[in-house]
């Protein structure tokens, strides 16, 4: 069984930085992309970054260019989110999934949330002012 597991969310103030971390376990697939997605109270889910397991190319959303940085230890299937300079709308319950396939069957921005296949439950970010 795939599970996906998420930790590292908390309060911190504007400017301040936070690392979330994904663990993964039941994974038997050669080729996948671990993505970080956020959904803030009343809005949509969206993609904030993905790294692929292939070749560990990344691809973030464009407000998370530039402070946010997503990395890989493959050995233990841990994917990080380095979140820094962070702002009140970065604010929302954050979460990791994984999109299994070779990495040509996902679309270029690789953070549509409908190509992920599993879902971890989520760590809340809140960014106080």
């Known amino acids: 069984e795939v599970q996906l597991v998420e930790s590292g969310g908390g309060l911190v103030q504007a400017g301040g930085s936070l690392r979330l971390s994904c663990a993964a376990s039941?994974?038997?697939?050669?080729?996948?992309?671990i993505g970080w997605f956020r959904q803030a109270p009343g809005k949509e889910r969206e993609g904030v970054s993905c790294?692929?397991?292939?070749?560990?190319?990344?691809y973030y959303e464009d407000s998370a260019k530039g402070r946010f940085t997503i990395s890989r230890d493959s050995a233990k299937i841990l994917v990080y989110l380095q979140m820094n300079s962070l702002k009140p709308e970065d604010t929302a319950v954050y979460f990791c999934?994984?999109?299994?396939?070779?990495?040509?069957?996902?679309?270029?921005?690789?953070?549509?949330?409908?190509?992920?296949?599993?879902w971890g439950q989520g760590t809340q970010v809140t960014v106080s002012s």
């Open positions: 999934a994984a999109s299994v396939g070779p990495s040509d069957s996902r679309n270029y921005t690789r953070l549509a949330p409908y190509e992920y296949d599993y």
């Open positions: 039941g994974f038997t697939f050669d080729d996948y992309a």
């Open positions: 790294i692929e397991s292939s070749d560990g190319s990344t």
